[in-house]
């Protein structure tokens, strides 16, 4: 069992940055690839951005390339993400999660789920 806990979030005014933050209890990390997720109210999860398990792969959701940048450091078992220029339409929960395979877009593939950072953009 893998748990995450997401840091970072906060209020934030539109044109700022912010960087998520997602550590692991366990030395395990590095077995999984992982994968940022958002959901805003009313709306469904949907997936941002994820790494593979060395981090020499990222991919992204179209909506946010080259504004949000995904990044994890293995030996302290944390995994980042980097928000620019936000966006009041970027408001919502990060949620990281672990999953075993790498490329991963659908949140039904990741096996272990934070309990979620709140992020939001003021206009």
């Known amino acids: 069992q893998v748990q995450l806990v997401e840091s970072g979030g906060g209020l934030v005014q539109a044109g700022g940055s912010l960087r998520l933050s997602c550590a692991a209890s366990r030395p395990a990390l590095s077995s999984y690839a992982m994968g940022w997720f958002r959901q805003a109210p009313g709306k469904e999860r949907e997936f941002v951005a994820g790494?593979?398990?060395?981090?020499?792969?990222?991919w992204y959701a179209d909506s946010v390339k080259g504004r949000f940048t995904i990044s994890r450091d293995n030996a302290k078992n944390t995994v980042f993400l980097r928000i620019n220029s936000l966006k009041p339409e970027d408001t919502g929960v990060y949620y990281c999660a672990a999953g075993r395979t790498s490329g991963l877009r659908l949140a039904n593939d990741y096996d272990y789920w934070g309990q979620g950072t709140q992020v939001t953009v003021s206009s």
């Open positions: 790494i593979s398990q060395s981090g020499g792969v990222t």
